[in-house]
């Protein structure tokens, strides 16, 4: 099962990951493969992963390639919306553009993020 990680990290963080796996391949050590996307803020994840495009993901899920007109069908939505949607999830690195149609080459999704006490 392929499982992409979502997560809330700041660029420190995400430069730090891919430094220490960066050192690992030098060092000739094989790193586990980490499908995961990061956001900056919560708000950021919220606005690409927005309800509307979950569904779009979750009719996507084990599909393999499908036409957007298909993804349409399937969420109940007009075209034009599920294009404006598809697209963005294109433009973020969530989906992928092949010969065959857009695919989520992904099982599931899941999400891991911290709340912390106001400042």
Known sequence: MTTLKV???TLEETLSRAAKAWKS???GQ???AD?????ASWDLMHRVLAPKRLEILRVMTGQGAISMREVARRVDRDFKGVHADVELLLRNGVIDRTADGIVFPYDRIHVEFDI????
């Not at 912390?116 to 400042?119: H, L, M, P």
């Open 25 to 27: 391949a030098e060092a």
């Open 30 to 32: 094989e790193a586990a």
């Open 35 to 39: 499908e995961s996307l990061a956001f």
């Open 116 to 119: 912390e006490a106001a400042a």
């Open 7 to 9: 997560k809330i990290e």
